[in-house]
């Protein structure tokens, strides 16, 4: 079983920047793919980003040049650097990976773009 908590999320004005966190449980962490999904109010849940073992990075096309995602295998963490936010931007932020047993998901972290 994997736990995932994220944390970080907040208001922030148009054209700033946030990082978003994810810890996650287990010791084979750094064998995880991760990745970032966001849901905007009435709208489905969308990828945002997506890291491999390898550090390999994928990002949609709604944060590609404006957000990057990390991770630290000694933290167990990966996270969501997000600058030049917009209005649009606004969601729900939510951590996710799998393994053999499953798909897991954290409780997610609200990221509220507003002047």
């Known amino acids: 079983q994997v736990q995932l908590v994220e944390s970080g999320g907040g208001l922030v004005q148009p054209g700033g920047s946030l990082t978003i966190s994810c810890a996650a449980s287990?010791?084979?962490?750094?064998?995880?793919?991760m990745a970032w999904y966001r849901q905007a109010p009435g709208k489905q849940r969308e990828l945002v980003a997506s890291?491999?073992?390898?550090?390999?990075?994928y990002y949609a096309a709604t944060g590609k040049g404006r957000f990057t995602i990390s991770r630290d295998n000694a933290k167990n963490t990966v996270y969501l650097q997000m600058n030049s936010l917009k209005p649009e931007d606004t969601a729900v932020y939510y951590c996710?990976?799998?393994?053999?047993?499953?798909?897991?998901w954290g409780q997610g972290t609200q990221v509220t773009v507003s002047s």
């Open positions: 996710r990976t799998q393994d053999a047993r499953g798909i897991y």
């Open positions: 287990g010791s084979i962490f750094s064998t995880y793919t």
């Open positions: 890291i491999s073992s390898t550090d390999n990075a």
